[in-house]
């Protein structure tokens, strides 16, 4: 069935979801469809052909094939495909052996906040940086409303930079206010009294809680090192309460191996297009340059992500999937 209680929504989420990016199913424009019997919610978003799904199933692993089941169900009744990103190794496994073609879409990044520290050769630019946007008076606080009219100024000067052709993953990322608003946590970088950039982090959910580094906006001429000292202070808040985790997110078309595709269960289509895009696309997605970034902390862990195919992959199916990642 489908539902729309956002309240209902949002304790599935909490207490079933195990995705680190799990509160993106919480968007405003994502739907979400809650099985008969069995616990969790899929979240998708509906086309004309396909339905897009994000996270696999989020319930327990126990649930999972039933969950998916009952949504492939429904999906059928209503003549629709599924195409299912972001999905862990162990949910591409499960939709592989249920007939879908499954291939590696990119990495995601991790870092554990007990282990993490600032001294030693892998942070050293991280370090560099943010001497440097120190010197250049950049200062950061946690704002208290993310309606502060300042942050739709950096929107509108962000979105003024890079064009109007501008492409944003705006399924795969979070969104500012919405009704994840009140759970989501804004860091702000200013210089003097004016509001440069920010970082808004969402909760994550399951077996590596923590925060999610989410949706990242800044002015073009603000000082270099400003992103990595709005990230280290927050990162620095959530140790300090305990925070297990701060998940650096999914990057599409980096790290893309052979030896993590599912074995027999991968579309060569999407292989050559996926690598191509990795190869060439900088200008279509910088794929390089956010995981340059990521790896800049260290992670403790990174893992491949993966995007599944119902039925095979078509040119609709595949041409989706472009328009998704807003590759195309």
Known sequence: MIT???A????SLREHSDHPSGFLAYNGKTSHFRGENVPGTVAYRRGRRHVVQLCGPLTGAEHRAALLAQFRAWAASERLRICAVQLSRA??????????AVNQLGRTYSVDLAAFTTKGGPLAKVRQNIARA???????AESASQDDPRLSEIDARWLRAKGRHVKELDFMIGERGGRGAAHRRIFV?????????????????GGRPGWLYDLTRRDPDSPVGTIELVNLQALQT?????????????????GLDAANEVPGAASGAVTRVAA??????KALYPSRTQEAFKRKWAPHVVEPEYVAFEGGVSVPSLWNLLRLTRAI
């Open 238 to 254: 959530f140790q300090a309460e305990g925070a297990g985790w701060l998940h650096l997110g999914h990057t599409p078309f980096a």
């Open 189 to 205: 970088a200013s210089v003097g009294e004016r509001p440069v950039a920010y970082i808004s982090y969402s909760p994550a959910f």
């Open 91 to 100: 949910d591409a496994e499960l939709y592989a052996g249920q007939g879908f």
């Open 4 to 6: 729309t209680d956002d």
């Open 276 to 281: 191509l895009i990795a190869e060439h696309g």
């Open 8 to 11: 209902e929504i949002l304790a």
């Open 134 to 140: 120190k010197r250049d008076g950049v200062t950061v």
